[in-house]
Nanobody
Framework: QVQLVESGGGLVQAGGSLRLSCAAS????????MGWFRQAPGKEREFVAA????????GSADSVKGRFTISRDNAKDTVYLQMNSLKPEDTAVYYC?????????????????WGQGTQVTVSS
């Protein structure tokens, strides 16, 4: 079992920045690829960004490319999502997820464990 706890969400004005953190516990963090997903009201959960277990490979959705950066610190068992130039359409609950593989990619079914989510609200 892997437990994931997200933090860092909140209310921010358009153009602002937030950094989300996801702390993992329970298993060897460095053996899990990690991902961030989000779900806006009335919409399906969508992929945001992913990172390999070593941190060497990353990927992100076109909608956030150039604005969001995923990173991880295996010594701290934590994955981050730096979000810059936020837009109102980024408003959603953000979830981190862990996949027991080298890279999880954008498919939610690749991920084995999920956090409870953290709310991000971007005002215009």
């Amino acid at each position: 079992q892997v437990q994931l706890v997200e933090s860092g969400g909140g209310l921010v004005q358009a153009g602002g920045s937030l950094r989300l953190s996801c702390a993992a516990s329970g298993r060897t963090f460095s053996s899990y690829a990690m991902g961030w997903f989000r779900q806006a009201p009335g919409k399906e959960r969508e992929f945001v960004a992913a990172i390999s277990w070593s941190g060497a490979s990353t990927g992100s959705a076109d909608s956030v490319k150039g604005r969001f950066t995923i990173s991880r610190d295996n010594a701290k068992d934590t994955v981050y999502l730096q979000m810059n130039s936020l837009k109102p359409e980024d408003t959603a609950v953000y979830y981190c997820a862990a996949a027991h593989r080298s890279y999880g990619g954008s498919a939610h079914y690749n991920y084995d464990y999920w956090g409870q989510g953290t709310q991000v609200t971007v005002s215009s």
